[in-house]
């Protein structure tokens, strides 16, 4: 790597504290149920599930419990939950909903059930319960701190079947930050929230001679130099790095020099490769400080070169390889193009470039490996992206040759997600996937310095990543 790459990285350590207070309360759903009784011990455990019995359910339950209970089904409600020993209070202008003061409540149940969660991030609600010994509860995410993290889920019942979802909230909850909710349909508990405010390493010294890359999938880059509200010269200016990788330009060859002229003030040295079999679709390009020593485009393959999906630039130190690897599509109708051609043909590719120098592999790879890279993992085992047939290449072609996932070697229980659809608000309720990567050769895996997501930067469905490497 030229001497000419040297950057100074600085970054606050900014630590937000949220303060959930003690009186937070939650709102449980009222259905119906077909049960006829429920076990004491069972609601002694639970307590939410008052709110889906009936009034005469609720009256034999008095009577049980030798509770002295009258009147509507909110009174005996109160009753009852006075005497688990929680408090009622009614919600304003809302008939059919109760809310129940957060309190600890011992659990008889054995085991913890599979349940449904509800959560709404947009109004900052989670409502919750922990398994074994927490009842329903919505917090209200406030800014302050909060000491401890928080396990919850939430049940949700209905005539004919009960559906499951389990969703885990770790330490700080933002409005703003909805990354920093842990959102999972099936966590260990090992795994956290990825918050980059607190999980990236102390900037390097000034002296320490390093390259910083970025890379991002900008799903259309007119588009998002238009109307998106926030530019890639914004990006260079928070973030200074070295040398930018794109995905999904969606650029035409006509449009380019254009673009070129008007991007970035700095990076003279820039590199674009289209698609030529379907304008205005997908389309990488690589922009740099420092002039490299060799530009290729493509694999070197004809069947597997029209649609501008890889660009290689070499440096003194390494190649650098960005790639928008074909989505396996609708219906999975490139599925086995995907894995069976392209995955090897990529590989291979670097595996030969690895024989004179170590190679970084960025980009939007299409595929989220391991179950803690997809927020619902059995819900999109058939879903374009995460097949099993996808994370197998994945890990034949790359990982088992040698490329190293730097932010899972950083982050080995971190759930960070780098895409989100458009659709269903997934971006605010923190529903992704991690599609994109940066992978290493072995030989530097251990000089990389921080590798690490922007969620915050959401201009795309995708956000940048990162990597500090140092030479």
């Not at 100074?8 to 003690?22: D, L, P, Q, W």
């Not at 302050?144 to 499951?164: A, D, F, W």
């Not at 995907?338 to 592999?361: A, H």
């Not at 989100?420 to 290493?440: A, E, M, P, S």
Request: net charge positive; charged share 30%; hydrophobic share 30%.
């Amino acid at each position: 790597m030229s001497e000419g790459i040297q950057a100074t990285y600085s970054r606050r350590a900014v630590s937000k504290n949220i303060e959930i207070k003690k009186d937070d309360q939650t709102i449980i759903e009222k259905e119906d149920v077909t049960e006829s009784t429920l076990e004491i011990e069972r609601i002694r455990g639970d307590p939410s599930m008052l709110q889906s019995m009936t009034v005469k359910e609720l009256r034999e339950l008095t009577r049980r419990m030798g509770v002295s209970g009258k009147g509507n089904k909110k009174e005996l409600v109160s009753a009852l939950m006075n005497s688990l020993g929680h408090e009622v209070i009614d919600k304003d202008g809302a008939s059919t909903v109760e809310k129940i003061g957060l309190s600890e409540v011992p659990s008889k149940r054995k085991g913890s059930a599979s349940v449904v969660v509800e959560q709404n991030l947009e109004t900052s609600e989670v409502t919750s319960v922990t398994p074994s010994k927490r009842s329903r509860t919505k917090q209200k995410s406030t800014k302050g701190t909060t000491p401890k993290e928080n396990s919850v889920t939430t049940v949700k019942l209905n005539k004919t079947s009960i559906q499951k979802e389990t969703v885990v909230v770790h330490g700080t909850v933002d409005d703003a930050e909805p990354w920093t909710v842990l959102v999972h349909k099936k966590p260990r508990p090992e795994w956290i929230p990825y918050n980059p405010k607190v999980m990236r390493p102390p900037p390097l010294g000034k002296d320490t001679r390093a390259v910083k890359i970025l890379s991002w999938n900008v799903n259309g880059l007119r588009a998002l130099m238009k109307s998106r509200g926030f530019s890639v010269h914004e990006l260079a200016q928070r973030e200074d790095f070295d040398i930018l990788c794109l995905q999904e330009t969606k650029m035409q060859e006509k449009d380019v020099e254009v673009i070129k002229e008007s991007l970035l003030e700095g990076y003279t040295n820039s590199f674009w490769t289209c698609s030529v079999s379907k304008l205005g679709y997908s389309g990488t390009a690589i922009i740099s400080r420092v002039k490299p020593l060799s530009i290729k485009y493509g694999l070197g393959v004809p069947d597997h070169d029209t649609e501008g999906r890889v660009v290689t630039v070499e440096f003194d130190d390494f190649y650098l390889l960005t790639a928008y690897v074909p989505n396996s599509g609708d219906g999975l109708k490139r599925l086995t193009y995907r894995v069976t051609e392209w995955d090897p043909c990529l590989g291979n590719y670097m595996k030969e470039l690895e024989k004179s120098k170590p190679v970084i592999l960025t980009g939007d790879l299409n595929c989220a490996h391991q179950e803690i890279d997809i927020h619902d993992p059995a819900g999109n085992s058939r879903s374009a992206g995460f097949t099993k047939e996808e994370r197998k290449s994945f890990e034949t072609n790359f990982l088992s040759k040698g490329f190293v996932d730097t932010f899972r070697k950083q982050h080995p229980d971190v759930v960070g997600y780098s895409y989100w659809g458009y659709r269903h608000n997934c971006r605010k309720t923190n529903r992704g996937w991690r599609l994109d990567y940066f992978l290493v050769s072995e030989s530097i895996a251990e000089r990389v310095h921080d590798s690490y997501i922007l969620p915050d930067v959401s201009a795309s469905d995708h956000s940048p990543l990162g990597l500090i490497l140092k030479l």
